[in-house]
């Protein structure tokens, strides 16, 4: 194996000169050197060939260089001939585009936007040329690395025309399939990357051809870049189109875009209209905006969901309210959640209660989560511990005390439930305390009114050993 000289951008200037010999020592590595060189090796060898001089020698060499591209070279290399020889890339432009793609890292964007200022050498139209014809090339293994340079600096119009043999002909793609997944990749890289060609309004026609069944996320990024780019009433009948889908998740975009593009009257009259559910958007919509109005949309938007939406609430209430309007968001949810039963999005929901909207709680509300957590599941223990402390009601001791009395007649005397009942109630005066503790202004009149009902249904021996 041929090793390479020890060549780094920090020692070049002692080891790169336009010497003949230096020259000759660079020509016999690329002649001997096959396979990828280290980063640090790339840039010494930029370093070299990167220079001006009418030396014949360094002129082959050059040419030399982009023989061996896939090896040896760097975008950024190629940035320098644009700014400073730009006729030494267009007689080397064939060797470069056969060589780029097989560069680790390959990502020359700054040099792509760079061909593109300078479109009077043509070499965009032969980047554009070269990428056609490889992506139609059966075979050809670096199709998807070709996809960015197309999309760049293809021509608005010709890109839709050629991108029309790529639009999906059905919603479902059969990836079991190697040649169906292959040409499903390459479709979602260029829908994916739609966003970079610079006419909005002629990429949008041909994106919403996109937006169905698999396809659908790999369109979402140009859906909404070219959207925001567009003035507002000339989105709307792409709007219109989006709600003319019969799947739901096209029709969640839809609304919303809405909420991103227009003003609150417009995007009221979107979700009043819309029969799907849309609580996510309608509960982004308003933490940007919140308002009464807003507020009645989000109610009616909660109370409407249905069993088999659920899974929603499992990212909603992770959604930080304004105060005001946090208590009555949680008691929404809550009732929901309630009367379809459903226990495990409960545990969640108490999780995520700050001791700022149980202050705003009605009593009632209150004290039917504490009756329905306390000693059902541990994640409970730091919520009911908070409404003790923060909940301005005089009765919370009596419920506790109840609660607690009846947790000890009907558990207490069973041998099976013993261990598992004295484990619990350990944890939770843990949890009370701790959080009591944490506090920076301690009530002192809860501390010892605690201690005293503990005291009056408890040895301290019962909830201590276990």
């Known amino acids: 194996m041929n090793t390479l000289p020890h060549v780094t951008t920090a020692d070049s200037r ?32 930029k370093y070299m060939i990167c220079q001006k001089s009418s ?36 007689e080397n432009y064939d060797e470069f585009l056969s060589g780029f793609v097989d560069v680790r890292g390959n990502n020359p964007k700054r040099l792509w936007r760079l061909i593109k200022k300078h479109c009077y050498l043509d070499l965009d139209k032969r980047t ?22 197309l999309s760049m600096l293809s021509n608005p119009a010709s890109h839709m025309e050629f991108m029309e043999r790529y639009v ?35 990429v949008l026609p041909l994106t919403l051809q996109f937006c169905k069944g698999d396809y659908l996320r790999s369109a979402l990024n140009p859906l ?28 969640k975009h839809a609304t919303s875009l809405s909420c991103v593009l227009y003003d609150t009257d417009t995007v009221l009259s979107c979700f009043k209209s819309t029969t799907i559910p849309s609580v996510m958007a309608a509960l982004k919509y308003f933490t ?34 304004p105060l005001e309007y946090r208590s009555r968001y949680v008691e929404s949810v809550w009732q929901v959640l309630d009367k379809y039963e459903s226990n495990e999005f409960k545990q969640i929901l108490v999780t995520k209660i700050d001791k700022e909207a149980i202050r705003r709680f009605q009593p009632e509300f209150a004290y039917n989560i504490l ?27 009596s419920l506790l005390s109840k609660i607690l009395r009846e947790f000890k007649e009907t558990r207490w005397n069973n041998k099976e439930l013993q261990r598992d009942s004295r484990r619990k109630l350990n944890k939770f005066v843990l949890s009370l305390f701790e959080t009591y503790m944490s506090e920076k202004e301690r009530d002192k009149e809860f501390a010892s009114e605690l201690a005293t009902l503990f005291k009056r249904k408890y040895r301290k021996v019962e909830y201590v050993r276990f």
């Open 371 to 397: 009756q329905g957590s306390i000693f059902k599941y541990e994640e409970a223990n730091n919520f009911v511990a908070n409404v003790l402390i923060h909940l301005k009601d005089n009765g919370k001791f």
């Open 14 to 45: 002692t080891f790169v000169t336009t010497t003949t010999k230096s020259i000759r020592r660079l020509r016999s590595i690329f002649i001997r050197t096959k396979e990828f060189c280290s980063r640090d090796h790339i840039s010494g060898i």
């Open 128 to 149: 554009v040329e070269f990428c056609k014809l490889k992506l139609g090339e059966e075979g050809y293994g670096h199709k998807v690395k070709l996809v960015r340079a």
């Open 224 to 251: 909404y870049s070219c959207m925001c780019r567009l003035a507002e009433n000339d989105t709307k009948p792409f709007v219109d189109k989006l709600n003319e889908s019969k799947a739901i998740s096209v029709k």
């Open 168 to 202: 999906p002909t059905s919603d479902k793609v059969d990836l079991s399939d190697d040649d169906v997944k292959d040409f499903y990749t390459i479709q979602s890289k260029l829908v994916g990357l739609l966003n970079l060609v610079q006419s909005p309004a002629t």
């Open 288 to 321: 940007k905006n919140p308002s009464d109005r807003l507020w009645s949309l989000l109610e009616t938007k909660i109370c409407d969901v249905e069993k088999k939406d659920l899974q929603v609430f499992k990212w909603a209430v992770n959604t930080i309210l």
């Open 55 to 90: 030396s014949e020698e360094l002129h082959q060499l050059k040419k030399l260089y982009f023989k061996k591209f896939k090896t040896f070279g760097s975008p950024a290399a190629c940035m320098w001939f644009l700014k400073h020889e730009p006729q030494s890339l267009q």
